[in-house]
Every structure is written in C-alpha cells, then in structure tokens.
C-alpha cells in the first residue's frame, strides 16, 4: 500500500506557474506507475500526465509543452511543473498511483488503485 499527499495548489494568473509535489509514502515507490490526474466541477476526472517505472513520461494534449512530470526517487515525489497556465486549468489536480500495469502511455484512471486527496489549483484571466 502507499499513501500519496499532494502540495503546491493555489491561485495564479493566467500565464503563471506552479509546482505541484506529490509524496508517496507506505510502499516501494519506484515499483509504482505514477500520475497527475485533475477534475473541473463538473467534468469527469481526467489523465494530465504520467511517469512510468523506467522514468518514461506522457502527457495529456492540452498540457503538452507547458507541464512537465517529474520524480525524485530519494525523497519519494512527485512533481508537476506547470507552466503557461491557463484558466481551463483550474480544476481539482489529484496524484495517483499504480502498482500493477498502468497502460502508459495511456492516462487510463481505472488503472490506478491510490488516490491523494488533491490540491486545488485555480487560475484567473
């Protein structure tokens, strides 16, 4: 098992930036695929990014070239570098993990069993 909390939400303008952290806890993180998912009121929880165990990465189309996925083995995190922001960004950004075939690099939610409690990131015009 492993237990995720997420950091880093908060208001920004649009064109801002920020980093969101996800510290993973409980398990042997680098055994886990590991992903950024985000929620709008409203909308379905949707697939942002990912990392996969070999450190390779996807991306969402509508984050490509302003967000960038990241990990810190040693320290257990996750990042999300956001940048460029936009208003259709804000939403719930929630960090996941996936300790079984994650379907990369596919952003597939049903895939992953450990969910954070998220961080809310919201970003004005």
């Known amino acids: 098992q492993v237990q995720l909390v997420e950091s880093g939400g908060g208001s920004v303008q649009a064109g801002g930036s920020l980093r969101l952290s996800c510290a993973a806890s409980g398990s042997t993180y680098s055994s886990y695929c590991m992903g950024w998912f985000r929620q709008a009121p409203g909308n379905e929880r949707a697939g942002v990014a990912l990392i996969d165990r070999d450190g390779s990465t996807s991306y969402a189309d509508s984050v490509k070239g302003r967000f960038t996925i990241s990990q810190d083995n040693a320290k257990n995190t996750v990042y999300l570098q956001m940048n460029s922001l936009k208003p259709e960004d804000t939403a719930m950004y929630y960090c996941?993990?996936?300790?079984?075939?994650?379907?990369?690099?596919?952003?597939?939610?049903?895939?992953?069993?450990?969910w954070g409690q998220g961080t809310q990131v919201t970003v004005s015009s």
């Open positions: 996941a993990a996936a300790d079984a075939y994650c379907f990369a690099p596919t952003l597939l939610k049903r895939a992953y069993n450990y």
